[in-house]
């Protein structure tokens, strides 16, 4: 393989996922990870990602306090928020997870809309502060620099002490089968405290992350009440998902 092929598929990768394990992606290609590793700091050098310890982030992951072009999938990722914003009810109270799906929806809530918003992630805090009628609480913990939201002891004793309408969440990896599942067992453990925090969850995926695995679970598929992907709800790609208890929007 060439090394313009590896590095599209890289790319690819880091985009879709928006953070990736160079172990992860040397086992796939077949190749050594020091070759991976090069391949990463060229790709950095040239400020197509963000070279980070033991992996890579995209540019959009990292740059998600302001709106930018570099966001992957972003009209897809709209499409998703637009759907997801319908769920969202005067006087709730909701958790909204990191990502750049749920910062998408973040911008699409009414100014005369009022909501107590909890949030992990310190992008979607500080996009919620600019909302006059959202109430923002802020969960607290240890800082993951990479996701850039709290996570660790803290953060999980936090939530288990709220219960939300809605929890609206992204993941790493979906599948009908094998559930949620992420390379990051802090982010998991997190996640796993944000779902019992929620009377419902929602989950936001882009559908190219549909039928993906990795290696830590968050939950079973069924755990999750709606399934919001930018597809029609009626697209045969989603019909495995429909055969459990799920909405899907």
């Known amino acids: 393989m060439l090394k ?3 590095q599209q598929i890289l790319l690819n990768e880091v985009e879709l996922h928006n953070r990736i394990l160079l172990t992860d992606i040397a086992e796939s290609l077949d190749v050594s990870i020091d070759t991976i590793r090069r391949d990463v700091k060229e790709l950095d050098a040239e400020n197509k990602l963000k070279k980070v310890h033991g992996g890579a982030i995209s540019l959009g992951f990292t740059n998600s306090n302001s709106r ?5 999938a972003l009209d897809q990722k709209v499409t998703i928020a637009q759907k997801a914003a319908t769920l969202l009810k005067d006087g709730a109270v909701i ?9 998408e929806l973040v911008r699409l ?3 005369n809309l009022k909501l107590t918003c909890f949030t992990i992630s310190l992008p979607v805090a500080m996009e919620l502060s600019h909302k006059p009628n959202v109430t923002v609480i802020s969960i607290g913990g240890q800082i993951s620099k990479e996701a850039q939201i709290s996570i660790g002891a803290n953060a999980i004793h936090n ?3 709220i219960k939300v309408d809605y929890s609206f969440i992204g993941t790493g990896y979906v599948d009908a089968v094998y559930g949620l599942t992420e390379f990051d067992w802090d982010i998991v453990q997190v996640k796993k ?3 019992k925090a929620a009377k419902k ?3 936001l995926s882009i559908s190219e992350k549909l039928n993906s695995q990795h290696r830590y679970k968050t939950c079973d598929i069924n755990t999750i009440n709606t399934m919001i ?3 029609d709800p009626s697209d045969r790609m989603l019909e495995v998902f429909r055969n459990h208890d799920i909405r899907i929007l």
């Open 109 to 111: 809530i009414p100014d």
């Open 68 to 72: 930018n072009t570099n966001i992957y």
């Open 95 to 103: 958790f909204i997870d990191g990502g750049t799906t749920c910062l």
């Open 159 to 161: 939530l288990s002490e």
């Open 193 to 195: 405290a944000v779902i």
């Open 4 to 6: 313009e092929e590896r």
């Open 201 to 203: 969850t929602v989950l």
């Open 229 to 231: 992907t930018e597809l």
